[in-house]
């Protein structure tokens, strides 16, 4: 079975300074998805960036990107210029291309931007 | 387009109780995923729906169960209420056009369950 591993319970950060959220992940597969999510307060799951693992580019989104290194099973993000909106609970995912969609969640990371 | 929704928001019940909670997914999604997210076992799959078939299923008892419906909306149910079952659930939806593929979830705002 998959296991995703974030190990930064919480972080706090200045705002428009640079932050990094760790994930490591376990799985004996060669292609699946992985994913970033925040959860603000209002606790609606908002998808920050996903990655392919046949692609070797790292994905990016605005401020938003990520360090994918397929041999050591990490997939960090990164956060450039952090704003207070940024505030939330992050999770790495884990999907692997099987028949139905599931995704696995690492317990999550708070992030608190401040200013 | 508009987004996932769920109803209820939020939902009270008491043990021995039964509930149903609704998902209606991006228009155009065809497949369904739900999640329980508790504070102690975080965020969990319960099962997934694509064309009104299950597809995949996580490791909850049988009191939990779902259904979708042609136009892809999706119920689940949980029969014979617990204190543990109380928690958030979230439905996510995709586009699901075919087997082995996978794609982006994208989650509803969840509905607050309390068991009293």
């Known amino acids: 079975a998959q296991t995703v591993t974030q190990s930064q319970p919480e972080m706090s950060v200045q705002e428009a300074e640079t932050v990094t959220l760790s994930c490591t992940y376990d799985t004996s597969e060669n292609n699946y998805y992985l994913f970033w999510y925040k959860q603000p307060p209002s606790r609606q799951m908002i998808l920050v960036i996903r990655q392919e693992a046949y692609k070797q580019q790292n994905a990016t989104e605005n401020r938003f990107s990520v360090n994918f290194q397929k041999a050591a099973k990490s997939f960090s993000l990164k956060i450039s210029d952090s704003q207070l909106g940024d505030t939330a609970m992050y999770f790495c995912a884990f999907m692997k291309l099987e028949y139905g969609n599931k995704l696995v969640f690492g317990a999550g990371t708070i992030l608190r931007v401040k200013s | 387009k508009a987004g996932v929704t769920q109803t209820p928001r939020y939902l009270i019940k008491t043990r021995g109780q039964q509930v149903t909670l609704s998902c209606s997914p991006i228009?155009?999604?065809?497949?369904v995923s739900w999640y329980q997210q508790t504070p102690g076992q975080g965020l969990q799959f319960l099962f997934e729906y694509f064309s009104e078939t299950q597809r995949n299923k996580g490791n909850f008892p049988g009191r939990f169960s779902g259904r979708q419906f042609s136009n892809s909306r999706s119920e689940m149910n949980v029969s014979t209420l617990e204190l543990g079952d109380s928690a958030l659930y979230l439905c996510?939806?995709?586009?699901?056009?075919?087997?082995?593929?996978?794609?982006?979830?994208?989650f509803g705002p969840g509905t607050r369950l309390t068991v009293l």
């Open positions: 996510a939806s995709s586009l699901g056009p075919r087997v082995g593929s996978t794609d982006t979830q994208y």
């Open positions: 228009s155009g999604h065809r497949s």
